[in-house]
């Protein structure tokens, strides 16, 4: 099996930062893709950023310019690096991972159990 363990969420003032890593462990051949989603009280999981194993990276347009996602692929780890946050930006964060496990000829998505971000003065 693969596991995705989220950390460091909490309760953060208007303008200041976070930053969550997402580590991933188990019977891992190859980590492919790997990103966060976030998914708001009454609103739909939505995808924030995604960084694919050559470290090519992609964003929601609401974080362009705020939000940095990086990967350390010694370590199986992404990080989400969040500043000038905003209480828009209030939500349970998930990692999620494209992985190839040892011994199978197949790519498949695993997700953590998410960590909550509240952005409030």
């Known amino acids: 099996q693969v596991q995705l363990v989220e950390s460091g969420g909490g309760l953060v003032q208007p303008g200041g930062s976070l930053r969550l890593s997402c580590a991933a462990s188990?019977?891992?051949?190859?980590?492919?893709?790997m990103g966060w989603h976030r998914q708001a009280p009454g609103k739909q999981r939505e995808l924030v950023a995604r960084?694919?194993?050559?470290?090519?990276?992609n964003y929601v347009d609401s974080v362009k310019g705020r939000f940095t996602i990086s990967r350390d692929n010694a370590k199986n780890t992404v990080y989400l690096q969040m500043n000038s946050l905003k209480p828009e930006d209030t939500a349970v964060y998930y990692c999620?991972?494209?992985?190839?496990?040892?011994?199978?000829?197949?790519?498949?998505?695993?997700w953590g159990n998410g960590t909550l971000v509240t952005v409030s003065s």
């Open positions: 188990g019977s891992i051949f190859r980590l492919n893709a």
């Open positions: 960084i694919t194993s050559g470290s090519s990276t």
């Open positions: 999620n991972a494209n992985v190839r496990r040892r011994g199978s000829f197949i790519d498949m998505d695993y």
